[in-house]
């Protein structure tokens, strides 16, 4: 769909998105060449630190997926990350996250009970069939979003507790676009703005909406919200002046 602004507004790098989806993920899949194994958060830490992200060796990764495997040594593996979306809305993967690399033997890398050290290939990130690939040092340099661990609650806590918010919000969103929508839901929230997925009969569309100014730490969240929304307030439905372009 067409921006709100002429200037797109303001997302997280490819980069930042892998590293928001890692902090807040729940599970992961183990691939190797025996098979695939589900590894589930039970002990309270992140699932991602159960594996440790170290500069590959001399290895090139076989796009193939029929890489060799090394008798006694690093066993090539991919990690796979799905972010779903904690609100019911159409179509819940909301990207996918790849990490690949070698698994190095336990014995000559020791590390905390429970994970292991990998050799890291690099990332890639699939959002909507789009795929980007991401090297360590991006992956490296890149901020969590401050919002990761709390989105989820975050969302549920608006549709749950604040369903005329969604409705608000909409006032920010052209009306060409908002006459064909059925269902409106938050999709996603992040330090830049709020993602509302707009359901039609048959087909969805989002809409990104955002803030005044990046978030620093989740407290700021609230305030960045009642700013969109003191800004919506002052838009009666027929008064959105908002061009095409």
């Known amino acids: 769909m067409r921006r709100l602004f002429n200037a797109p507004p303001p997302q997280p790098s490819s980069a ?18 025996e ?11 992140d699932v991602a630190e159960h594996i440790h992200l170290h500069p590959a060796m001399a290895r090139e990764w076989d796009g193939d997926g029929d890489g060799p495997s ?14 779903v979306a904690p609100t019911p809305v159409r179509d819940r993967v909301r990207a996918r996250v790849l990490l690949a690399g070698w698994l190095l033997p336990s014995a000559e890398h020791p590390s905390p ?30 901020e969590t979003d401050p919002l990761a661990t709390c989105e989820a609650g975050m969302l549920t806590h608006l549709i749950d507790d604040h369903s005329d918010v969604v409705g608000l919000l909409l006032r920010l969103v052209k ?3 908002t006459q064909r929508v059925r269902r409106a839901l938050p999709l996603a929230i992040d330090r830049y703005g709020i993602t509302l997925r707009l359901e039609g009969a ?6 990104r909406l955002a803030f005044p100014a990046p978030v620093r730490d989740a407290d700021q969240a609230g305030e960045r919200i009642h700013a969109l929304l003191n800004t919506a307030r002052q838009r009666s439905p027929r008064s959105w002046l908002l061009s095409d372009s």
């Open 35 to 45: 098979g695939r194994t589900e590894v589930s958060r039970l002990d309270g830490a």
């Open 113 to 142: 009970e429970g994970s292991r050290c990998m050799e890291f290939s690099h990332a890639v990130l699939d959002r909507g069939g789009e795929r980007v690939t991401v090297g360590l040092e991006e992956l490296m340099d890149a």
């Open 175 to 177: 009306p060409r676009v």
């Open 70 to 83: 090394y008798e006694g040594g690093p066993t090539r593996a991919t990690l796979e990350f799905t972010d």
């Open 202 to 207: 048959d087909t969805h569309e989002d809409a």
């Open 16 to 33: 930042e998105r892998i590293r928001s989806v890692l902090t807040a993920a729940d599970s992961m899949t183990v691939v190797t060449d």
